[in-house]
């Protein structure tokens, strides 16, 4: 079993001030795989004083230093990569196979897309006779989620490292494993004391420490739109920089010209992956009103071959995160047969032969109306809504009809047909007939899906300030 009791500040593992032991519960077997110490606002306090310290040299480092620390990093990353899916599958419940060839993998990709973006991104620019110079926040705090636990670490660390910053990361309690091995590799890739911090705790305690903090200059959460209002509200009297990615209720566009079946499969088997925990989730699906028979149909089979199982088994979801987790799947599925939506594959309760773990049925519900609960809501399970729609200008309408706008998705055999739906789509980014993942895309949402953007060179942005030197050319 897992024993986590230190927090990473100013460079070696400290001790809780005074902080209480927290068990975190393996969700396939409901038995507890480790435990952490959930720290204070005393603890908080000391890894923003290291990290201030720290910005004060780290912030005038050179390019190339930088280059040559995030190299190290992924040298490092590199030889802990099967630790951190090992960890990432015992934490959250990932099969080992995802938690492998994309949870840990992603982590990897983002520190190489770090690394290429530096090389060449343009800090100063030269306008007239004013030099326009970009340089780092400060100091920055990171709350990051259990979904996709080091994926959500290092698309924020590693910009933040990149352009100068320093920064104290708090991950979540329910998926912290995965943020210790980081922890380690941070350490022995050489990393300065004080650049990076890590502190546990709970939203409420620590995460709500770092948001208020005065000596915080930028919070960037990754959560659910409601806390992410409570993180808003707390940074606001020290009119920090707030960055958020939040919820998403992803619609999926079949156009009439799209190959019907392969579209509709492809689509409910990516809410699948990874057991429907993703924010940009495509889970309403809207195909036209005239084949809805046949789009059940190939949804209800694509459910179907769906394999929940151990994470070992190679099936192809595991568990979803908690016990909290699962009861709120399991009312939402019940309130979409309540409000009279049609279930055709999946249902409330644990799939056949699997009584212990949080295991959740593929599920698929029909005859889904925009006003639905099950429309409206995230639930971040394995859960796929059919909507119909009769014509395209009725499919946009019902795809904005909403409070998020995170993603969307279109899919159609013209692609010119495609790309004008996809402007009309008030969503962050919009993915043509499941495109390649491209890891310079810049991800976030409209409305209530968040501000600002990561991934790539657009993350950097997030982590500088602007400066006008007027006069520099005279």
Request: proline share 6%; aromatic share 8%.
């Amino acid at each position: 079993m897992r024993n986590y009791p230190d927090f990473y500040i100013d460079g070696r593992w400290t001790p809780a001030r005074d902080g209480t032991v927290y068990d975190v519960i393996d969700p396939a077997s409901e038995r507890v795989a480790g435990r952490i110490t959930l720290g204070t606002p005393g603890d908080v306090d000391l890894a923003v004083a290291a990290a201030r310290r720290a910005f004060n040299r780290y912030s005038l480092t050179t390019r190339e230093e930088r280059l040559d620390l995030l190299e190290r990093v992924l040298t490092e990353y590199q030889a802990r990569e099967s630790d951190m899916a090992a960890a990432i599958t015992e934490e959250m419940g990932a099969p080992q196979w995802l938690a492998t060839q994309m949870q840990a993998w992603i982590g990897r990709a983002h520190i190489e897309t770090a690394i290429a973006a530096l090389r060449d991104y343009r800090f100063e620019e030269q306008r007239g006779p004013t030099l326009v110079a970009k340089e780092p926040i400060g100091v920055c705090a990171f709350i990051t989620p259990w979904n996709w636990p080091v994926n959500q670490i290092a698309c924020k660390v590693m910009p933040a490292l990149a352009v100068g910053c320093t920064c104290i990361l708090k991950p979540s309690e329910e998926a912290p494993f995965s943020a210790q091995i980081w922890a380690e590799i941070m350490h022995a890739a050489g990393v300065p004391a004080g650049v990076f911090n890590l502190v546990n705790g709970t939203g409420p305690v620590v995460g709500a420490a770092l948001s208020r903090h005065p000596d915080v200059d930028m919070i960037s959460f990754t959560g659910s739109t409601r806390a992410g209002v409570e993180v808003a509200r707390d940074a606001a009297p020290t009119v920090k920089r707030v960055h958020q990615e939040l919820g998403g209720k992803s619609a999926n566009i079949v156009l009439p010209d799209a190959p019907l079946e392969q579209a509709v499969s492809q689509g409910v088997k990516s809410v699948m992956l990874n057991s429907g925990q993703s924010c940009n989730a495509p889970t309403r699906l809207l195909v036209p009103h005239d084949a809805r028979e046949t789009a059940r149909a190939a949804a209800a089979q694509a459910a179907a071959e769906t394999t929940v199982g151990a994470p070992g088994s190679n099936a192809a979801i595991g568990p979803v995160v908690s016990e909290v987790q699962w009861q709120r799947i399991q009312r939402l599925i019940q309130c979409g047969i309540d409000e009279g939506a049609t279930l055709v594959a999946g249902g409330a309760g644990r799939p056949e032969g699997l009584e212990t773990g949080y295991y959740v049925k593929p599920t698929v519900f029909a005859d889904v109306t925009p006003d639905m609960t099950i429309a409206r809501e995230e639930i971040f399970g394995p859960v796929v809504a059919i909507l119909e729609y009769t014509d395209e200008e009725d499919a946009i309408r019902i795809a904005n009809d909403t409070v998020y706008g995170l993603a969307a998705y279109v899919q159609s055999a013209d692609l010119e047909r495609a790309r004008a739906v996809a402007r009309r789509l008030r969503a962050g980014q919009v993915s043509l007939n499941y495109p390649d993942l491209d890891m310079n895309a810049p991800f976030g949402g409209y409305k209530q899906s968040g501000n600002g953007r990561e991934w790539g060179e657009h993350a950097f942005g997030e982590f500088l300030e602007t400066k006008a030197i007027i006069g520099y050319d005279k």
